[in-house]
């Protein structure tokens, strides 16, 4: 609770496909974008839940 993940509303066996206009081949596909990406910048997520294609919305804070 109150991970950035649990406010994503993302679950476990989650597999996220999507962050914006960019694939995630994998995790470090993901800390790239998140690198760039401006904190409080909303922005799309896909993700693939029990074979189902979701997308959410989210805003990723900056680093503490």
Same mark, same amino acid.
């Given at each position: +609770?109150?991970? +950035? ?9 989650? %597999? ?12 470090? =596909?993901?800390? *790239?974008? %998140? *690198?760039?990406? +401006? ?5 799309? %997520? =896909?993700?693939?839940? *029990?074979?189902?294609? %979701? ?8 680093? =503490?």
């Amino acid at each position: +609770p109150g991970s +950035p993940a649990a406010r994503a509303q993302l679950k476990e066996g989650d %597999l996220l496909v999507r962050f914006g206009t960019v694939v995630l081949d994998g995790v470090d =596909a993901l800390h *790239r974008v %998140l *690198r760039t990406w +401006p904190a409080g910048q909303a922005a799309s %997520l =896909a993700v693939i839940r *029990r074979g189902v294609r %979701l997308t959410v919305e989210i805003t990723p804070a900056g680093s =503490a």
